[in-house]
Structure formats: structure tokens, C-alpha cells
């Protein structure tokens, strides 16, 4: 990728649960986190068939499903890892499952693509890569406004903001340990986050989003 290889803005993420745990990758690829975290059984969720393949390869149990509907019951994981996956999807469907699916004082390793990541691409790239950009940033600006994406490949991918997680993490009950970023132009690039999870029915009474109702407005 040349200019726009990220190398230089990731930051070591370890993925340290208890010997006892069980643990879900949400959007697991081929399993190289799930090979990296600690624990006494390590589940994925893949959509993808050849990267769940590649997973079941290296001895891990796979489920094909989507991150919007994880197939599993409420407080089921001790631990819970999702690493660039949420902008890809419904990000708030996702916070919400896995809060739900993560038992109380739970751990979960979340890791995010910042605005920072595609104005690299708006700024530094070809003119495929400028157009890749851009899309991106509106349709995360759209999607900020409106909760719904653009349609076609227009609307397929978003960044996350500090601001729209903090407010899913206050609306599930789940509480910030640690947040790191490296950032570009002072637009985080990527941003790495450790939760637990706290009183889940309190935070789901005192949040100000009400799903199924008119359509909530997340800050950019």
C-alpha cells in the first residue's frame, strides 16, 4: 500500500482473560486473535465461510453469523474480543449484542477504525483510494444523522468516534478501562479499547436511546 500502509499507527493489544474463561471473537476471521487470547474455550463468530474454514483449521469452534445477531444467550462469555469489525456493520446493534451476550464484570478488547484511517485515504492515496475515503466519511456522516447508510458499496463501511462509543458503552452498562489511539492529523487512526461490563438494566433505564423509536442522533 506504500504511503498508506497503517503499520506505524498500530499499538500492541493483548487479549488477557483467566485461564477459566470463555471467550468470543466477534468477527474472528481466521482465528489469529483467537490464537493470541488466553482462556479456557475460544469461540468465533465469522460470516465469512472460507475465514471460518481457515478458523475451524486451527481448532477453534465457529458459528456463522452475523455481529447484528449473535446466536448465543444472554451472559454467555466471560470475555469478549472485536477488532475492526464494527465498521463494517450496524455498530450500535453490535455494542448492544455484545453486551448482552458478555457476562457481568466481564472483560471485553474492542478496537476501532477512526476518521483518522480513511482521511489517509481522502489525502494520500490514488484517486480509487480518495473515492474509497470519501464514501466513507459521508456515509458515516449520514449514518451520524440519520442511523441509516447509503445505499449500494456507497454505504458499506463507517468509522467510529470516541463520542458515539462512549455513548453505546453508558447505554449497555459497559464501563472504559482503557482507551489508546494514534492519530493523524489529529483525527485518531485507530482507537483501542478495554470495557467490562457493569449493571446492564440500569444503564438500559437511564440511556436516552430508545430502539425502535425515531431514529437516535450519534455525534460525529
Known amino acids: ?5 497503517s503499520y506505524g499507527y498500530l499499538l500492541p493489544q493483548t487479549f488477557d482473560f483467566p485461564s477459566s474463561a470463555v471467550v468470543l471473537d466477534v468477527g474472528c476471521g481466521v482465528g489469529a486473535q483467537l490464537g493470541e487470547a488466553s482462556g479456557r474455550l475460544k469461540i468465533g463468530v465469522e460470516p ?16 456463522r453469523a452475523y455481529a447484528e445477531h449473535l446466536p448465543f444467550t444472554d451472559d454467555t462469555f466471560d470475555g469478549i474480543i472485536c477488532k475492526v469489525v ?19 464484570n466481564g472483560k471485553c478488547y474492542l ?23 470519501l464514501r466513507t466519511l459521508i456515509n458515516t456522516w449520514w449514518w451520524a444523522m440519520t442511523h441509516r447508510r447509503l445505499p449500494g ?11 458515539r462509543l462512549r455513548a453505546y458503552f453508558k447505554s449497555n452498562g459497559l464501563q472504559i478501562v482503557s482507551e489508546r489511539q494514534k492519530c493523524f492529523l489529529g483525527f485518531p487512526v485507530f482507537i483501542y479499547t478495554e470495557v467490562i461490563s457493569g449493571n446492564k438494566t440500569a444503564a438500559r433505564g437511564e440511556s436516552s436511546v430508545v430502539y425502535g423509536a425515531a431514529p437516535p442522533q450519534y455525534q460525529v
Not at 1 to 5: D, K, P
Not at 48 to 63: L, W
Open 1 to 5: 500500500m506504500g504511503a498508506l500502509s
Open 48 to 63: 465469512d465461510v472460507a475465514s471460518a474454514n481457515k478458523s475451524r483449521e486451527r481448532g477453534f469452534p465457529v458459528v
Open 86 to 104: 464494527l465498521c463494517l456493520t450496524r455498530e450500535d446493534e453490535v455494542m448492544r449484542e455484545i453486551a448482552r451476550v458478555l457476562k457481568r
Open 111 to 133: 478496537a476501532f477504525n477512526g476518521s483518522g484511517y480513511y482521511l489517509r485515504y481522502l489525502l494520500l492515496g490514488s484517486w480509487k483510494d480518495r473515492l474509497y475515503g
Open 153 to 163: 458499496f456507497i454505504g458499506d463501511t463507517i468509522y467510529q468516534s470516541g463520542r
